[in-house]
């Protein structure tokens, strides 16, 4: 990553300034001038008007890799807490860096987001780059992409690890773009080729009907998305000590491209607790028709869970997008997951095969469904479910 300023282009106008989050441009003689404290983070270049800052990318094939050391994964706060894929995610990353020998970072940036570094370090992080400032307080593509890609270039991490969330994918794809660095969207799973210091990314392709695992050789970092649910987190440690490495930043909100001036929410209760949800019933095209959804929602209400639906149902418009489960929906695990005239195609699985137990009810006894279920039950789901859910309210009366 290069970054020069032309000097018989620049007009002395100062909008750089402002727009360096690390303060590191300076005026002399009319002209800007970067100091020993930029890190490229190219946060300045759109900022010109008259084009005198220009960012070159460094070829894949010219990057020196083995100055490249350490697991890293950028945290996600969601409504004031630590979102749980970044917790996993740390576990993950720990799991990755032992074969490495290397440390493992979180990157943590808001607004009064100190609170959370204990929380960071008990699961797992050994070191954590805190960034704190009021225009990190809601997340906006551009300041976000700007802080970290500055830090990425300074401290080279050989591995980033972000959430596929919303969130995740938006920033994950900027920074890979901003610095020239490899990413795999969606992985479900990551492991070490300890005989190439390789990072080896799993993800389904081709409509989930393959696995495929791709490999960055040249390009650092190597860097990945992983769907919420997927990994594991580790048990608690009550005697770490993570390093706090305290990163200071300058945003100007008039630099800032975007304005967020109100979020909407439209949720319910299902929505809000379908991935954290320990406990899912999902309905499929067996069900025939939206209406018998109803059953589906009965038996989630007597086990005190969720509602979830094939890509199918969705597609057909018999319930919202937001109980999807799957591929192109939302990564479940939880402890158990009943699957009511669900067959099985492997992007349903793909977002639900790590669930504790799995009971599968069909009628078709040779359904895909049945390869990874717990338990399965041949017969027909309007028999069957409202069976199951009225045991379960006479057990409970």
């Known amino acids: ?68 050391r350490g697991v890293w994964v950028v945290a996600e706060v969601q409504d004031g807490q630590l979102a749980e894929v970044t917790l996993e995610l740390i576990g993950e990353a720990h799991q990755l860096a032992q074969p490495l020998d ?16 204990s929380i960071a370090g008990a699961q797992g992080a050994d070191r954590i780059y805190v960034v704190e400032n009021d225009n990190l307080a809601q997340y906006r593509t551009g300041p976000y992409t700007d802080v970290i890609c500055g830090l990425i270039n300074k401290y080279k991490p050989e591995i980033v690890l972000i959430g596929a969330t919303l969130q995740g994918r938006d920033l994950a794809s900027r920074i890979a773009a901003r610095i020239g660095a490899g990413l795999t969207a969606d992985c479900t799973g990551l492991e070490i080729d300890t005989d190439q210091r390789l990072l080896r990314q799993t993800r389904p392709a081709f409509g989930g009907n393959i696995m495929a695992t791709i490999l960055c050789r040249q390009a650092r970092p190597q860097m990945a998305t992983v769907r919420p649910r997927v990994m594991k987190k580790l048990e608690p440690r009550d005697d770490s000590e993570p390093e706090i490495v305290n990163i200071p930043v300058s945003l100007d909100s008039k630099s800032i491209a975007t304005k967020i001036v109100d979020i909407i929410r439209e949720e319910t209760q299902e929505e809000a607790n379908l991935q954290d949800a320990d406990i899912i019933v999902s309905g499929g095209r067996g069900l025939k028709g939206p209406e018998n959804f109803a059953l589906i929602r009965e038996l989630a209400e007597a086990l005190g869970g969720a509602v979830g639906a ?4 969705v597609d057909a418009g018999w319930i919202p997008a937001y109980h999807q489960v799957g591929q192109t929906g939302k990564t479940v695990s939880p402890k158990l997951y009943i699957a009511c005239g669900i067959s099985g195609a492997v992007q349903h699985l793909a977002g639900m095969s790590t669930s504790d137990c799995i009971v599968a009810i069909n009628t078709d006894p040779h359904a895909p469904i049945f390869d990874v279920a717990t338990f399965g039950i041949v017969g027909d789901l309007f028999e069957v479910v409202p069976a199951l859910t009225e045991a379960l309210k006479n057990e409970a009366g």
């Open 1 to 68: 990553m290069g970054i020069y300023i032309d000097t018989n282009k620049c007009t002395g106008c100062k909008l750089c300034l402002s727009a360096c989050p690390y303060g590191a441009i300076v005026i002399e003689e009319d002209k800007a001038h970067f100091t020993e404290d930029c890190t490229s983070c190219g946060a300045c270049v759109s900022a010109c008007p008259v084009g005198a800052i220009v960012m070159e990318v460094v070829q894949a094939e010219q990057v020196d890799t083995s100055q490249y």
């Open 102 to 117: 290397v440390p493992v970072s979180l990157v943590l940036l808001g607004d009064q987001v100190s609170q959370f570094a």
């Open 310 to 313: 094939s890509r199918a149902t």
